[in-house]
C-alpha cells in the first residue's frame, strides 16, 4: 500500500537553459539558474510571483532575492549531484504539510564556461575547504585529482569481488552514446556536434586515454555548463496548470559516507536504502519500473547504482546494458537523454535527470532529427537515482506519468 | 630538493597522530568503551557514541583493500604519474588512503586486493612526516 505522501505533488513542469553544453560565449552558473527558472514559469504558466518554496543546492537564498522572493521554505541542501533529487523529496513534504503550494527546484552550474571566466561566476561553491578538515588531514596528501581519482577505486573492487571487467562496464558508455545520438542537445550527438561524438564501440571506450586506471576517459562524464528547473506543486495546481503532471509516486534519500575513507563497501552505495524508503512509500517494486535515470558520472556508478535499485543482481548491473535492456528499443530504457557520460554533466548531475524523466513521462521527450526516431519512449513509470560525492550520497524517486 | 606536494595541517584534535608519525610510529585511536579502533580521528566513537577515546601505536601492517593508478594529477603529483593509490585495512580495523610504494603503476593486473603492506613516513616538513604503504 503507498505511503502517506505518495503522490501528495507532482512535478508540474521541468525546464532547460537557454544553452546548454559548451556555450560560445561564456555563462555564469546564476545565468543558468535564471534563464530556466523563467523558462519553466512560461511553460507551466504558472507566476514566479507563486513560488512559495525554493530549493537548490547552496543557491537559495541569493536566487530567492534575485527574483524578489520572499519564501515560505527555504531548502538549500547540497550535498552533491543528488541534490536535486532530496529536493524534490523535502518539496513533497513540505507541500503535504501545507506549508507551500509551489516548490521551485533550480539548479545552474557553468561547469564549462567556469575555465573561461577563470573560476569567477560560479556561486563560490568549488573553495578548496577547511585545511582541518578530515580528507585536507587524511586524503589531501595523496594527489587524488577529482571525482574520477576516487571512482576507480570501486571499479577496481567490483573487479575483484565479483569477477567483473572494465570492458563489462565499457558496454554502459556504449549504450548511452546510442541514446545520446538520439538527442540533439546531447554533446556527443554526432562527430558534427563534437569531434568525439557519434557511435563508440567497446574497444574505443577501452583504448581512451586512461584517466584514473581503470577508468578511461570514455568511462567518464563530460564537464559542461548546465541550468534547469523543475515547479513542484500540489495536486490542486497540477490539475489545473497547462502542462501535465508527473506525480511524486516515492521519494527517498540515504548517505553512507562524506569521505570515501569511510566508504564500507566499495561496490554498494546507499541507493539500496534511499530506493528502499521510495519504493514502499510508492507502493511500487523495481519490477514495475518501466524505464530508469540512474546518474552515470562514470560507467562504474551507473552499473552499481542499477544493482542497488533491484534493476538486476549484485555484481551483474552492467549486464542490462550489455544484453541491451537499457538500449534504444530495449526492455528497461535507462539514461535516454545521453547521461552524464554523453549528453551533459555540469558537475552535479542531479537535475538533468529530473529533466529528463518529467519529458519521457510527459510525451514531451522526442528529439528526433534527420529522419531519426527520436528517445521518447512509451513508459509510465521511472525510477531516478542521484549520486553525489563519492558515492556517497543518494536520492531516489519514483515518478509515474498521470 | 624540498617537498613538493600537500602538506597536511595538523589540527589540535588530530595532534597525537602527527606527533607519532614524526618518531615513525602510527598511532591509532581507539575507544575505550568499546575498544574499536577507528579512522579517521573522531571527536566521538562512531561506533557506540562513547567520547573516552585513547590513542595507542599501531602495528603499522595492514593489506589492501582496493587501489587504482592515477593517470592525471595536478601539482607535485603531477610529474608523478602515473602512480598508485590505495585504501589499506589496517590490521586494528578501519581504512586509510595512501600512495603505495613498491608497486608497478604500469603493471597494475600484477597489483594483489588482499596483500600485506607496510607503513612508512615521509618527512614532508619538520613537523608533518607524512604515512605511506609499502608492499611488505
Known sequence: MPGELSRAAAIVGATEANEIGYPETPKTSLQLHIEAIKNVSDQTGIPISRIDGIFSAGWSSELAEHLGLHPRYIDTTAVGGCSFEMHVHHALAAIHAGIIDVALISHGEAGWSARANKGRGTGGFRGSGDPWSPGAQFSSAYGLSGAPSNYAHAMTRHNYRYGTTPTDFAHIAVVTRQWAMLNPRAIMFSPESNPGGGPISVEDVQKARLIAWPLTLLHCCLVTDYGGAVLVANPEIARSVRTKPVWIAGAGESMSHSNMLEMEDFTATSAAASSATAYKMAGMGPEEMEMAMIYDSFTVTAGITAEMLGLAPRGEGFRLWQNGDAAPGGRLPINTNGGGLSFNHSGMYGMQLLVEAYRQLTGTAEDGVNGLTGKQTSARSCVVNGTGGSLSTTGTLVLVAD | ?136
Not at chain 2, 21 to 35: I, S
Not at chain 2, 40 to 61: K, N, Q, T, V
Open chain 2, 1 to 136: 630538493m624540498p617537498y613538493d606536494k600537500p602538506i597536511p595541517d595538523p589540527s589540535p584534535h588530530t595532534r597525537p597522530f602527527w606527533d607519532g608519525a614524526r618518531a615513525g610510529k602510527l598511532m591509532l585511536p581507539r575507544c575505550t568503551n568499546c575498544n574499536r579502533v577507528h579512522w579517521y580521528p573522531r571527536l566521538i566513537c562512531p561506533y557506540c557514541h562513547a567520547r573516552e577515546i585513547e590513542w595507542i601505536e599501531g602495528s603499522g601492517g595492514g593489506r589492501i583493500h582496493t587501489f587504482a593508478v592515477q593517470h592525471r594529477a595536478f601539482g607535485g603529483w603531477a610529474t608523478e604519474t602515473p602512480f598508485v593509490t590505495a585504501y589499506i585495512d589496517l590490521n586494528e580495523g578501519d581504512r586509510m588512503l595512501t600512495v603505495l610504494r613498491g608497486v608497478d603503476p604500469t603493471k597494475p593486473e600484477t597489483i594483489q586486493i588482499g596483500a600485506k603492506v607496510r607503513v612508512e613516513f615521509e618527512p614532508a616538513s619538520e613537523d608533518v612526516h607524512i604515512p605511506f604503504w609499502r608492499l611488505a
